[in-house]
């Protein structure tokens, strides 16, 4: 029965305000590369490993009875997040060892993982591997979903994106093209937005940091007001945003990352907008739309194999990068969809 070390990213303390390199330890434990008998579980080797936002709420003490769509992680346990991993072995008859799968793991080399937290098995393996943590996995459904079905665009629809860069927006700005839009992405340095303008094809990009009146430099993008606002920041921008809505224009929710480490969070003040111009503002859950998963696939691969739609990556080697990799999210450290490579097929 062979036993492996397994290189483990844990939550060392609970998060306070901005995540923090030393909320988190990398230890070593010592893994049975065998299931137990009549397990259903699956034993996975991680490969590639997503560092995401919303893993900030599971690292945080939430308190019983607070609103949330997560259940904190208990201490010095492996974080847990999406990945791309190979089956080692499987008590679950839909797969099988050698499978590449995606799905809900852990931040360490080899996970036990219950079948049920397996989101898709990769059948499609012409594109990178990475891919299924970014643009065909949980961030390209949210992108998909969250512009066609909750923002349900039209031809000639003047589309903004905030944080327009990372691993949801780039892909918002390339679907809103792809469909006839005009679209206009805000990111946080000089060098992102010229991806934006000149890789990822937006039609104008600008450097929120350099506007100290946002509502201004919307009137000055979109002198015409804006169709659909993805939201990916909430707070001054969304306030902004709501000044220049068109009438029954569409803003789906989808994050609020300029909010989720402060003590209090800014108030929106702007909200009489949303009757006056019959504005539709949707917060969504992508889980809610794993069912068109297949529908997503369908669209997306043929433009990928086509070079009409392109991704960008931050890719970082090895667990012990992980803790430094996640806490650069909230300072805008990454350029493109942040990743952790922890070993090759």
């Not at 990822?200 to 201004?216: H, I, S, T, V, W």
């Not at 009489?272 to 889980?287: A, D, E, P, W």
């Amino acid at each position: 029965m062979a036993h492996v070390r397994n290189k483990q990213v844990i939550l060392r303390d609970y998060v306070s305000g901005f995540p923090k390199e030393t909320d988190m330890s990398i230890v070593e434990s010592t893994l049975t590369l065998k299931l137990p008998e009549a397990s259903n579980e699956v034993l996975l080797k991680n490969l590639y490993l997503s560092c995401d936002p919303y893993m900030q709420i599971l690292m945080t003490n939430v308190e019983p009875g607070s609103v949330s769509y997560a259940h904190s992680l208990s201490l010095l346990q492996p974080l847990t997040g999406l990945g791309v991993a190979k089956v080692l072995e499987s008590g679950h008859p839909d797969y099988k060892k050698g499978d590449l799968i995606w799905g809900l793991t852990k931040l360490e080399e080899y996970s036990l993982v219950p079948s049920t937290q397996i989101q898709f098995k990769i059948e499609h393996t012409d594109v990178p591997l990475s891919y299924y943590t970014g643009i065909l996995g949980m961030p390209g459904m949210t992108a998909y979903a969250g512009f066609f079905e909750v923002g349900s665009p039209k031809k000639g629809d003047k589309v903004f994106v905030s944080a327009a860069s990372g691993a949801v927006g780039q892909l918002v700005g390339q679907f809103a093209k792809l469909t006839g839009c005009y679209v206009v992405g805000s990111a946080g340095t000089k060098e992102k937005v010229d991806l934006l303008k000149n890789k990822l094809g937006f039609d104008e990009a600008f450097n929120y940091k350099e506007e100290p009146d946002l509502n201004a430099t919307l009137k000055r993008y979109f002198p015409e007001g804006i169709d659909i606002y993805f939201d990916n920041v909430g707070g001054k921008t969304l306030d902004a945003v709501l000044l220049n809505m068109r009438v029954h224009g569409r803003i789906p929710v989808c994050g609020m990352i300029s909010q989720y480490n402060l003590a209090q969070p800014e108030g929106v003040t702007n909200l009489t907008n949303l009757i006056y111009k019959r504005v539709c503002m949707q917060g969504f859950v992508v889980s809610d739309f794993y069912h068109l998963y297949p529908k997503f696939l369908e669209f997306l691969l043929p433009h990928i194999r086509e070079g009409k739609v392109v991704y960008v990556e931050d890719i970082a080697e090895g667990l012990e990068n992980g803790p430094a990799a996640f806490v650069g999210l909230f300072s805008g450290r990454n350029v493109g969809k942040q990743v952790l490579l922890v070993a090759r097929e």
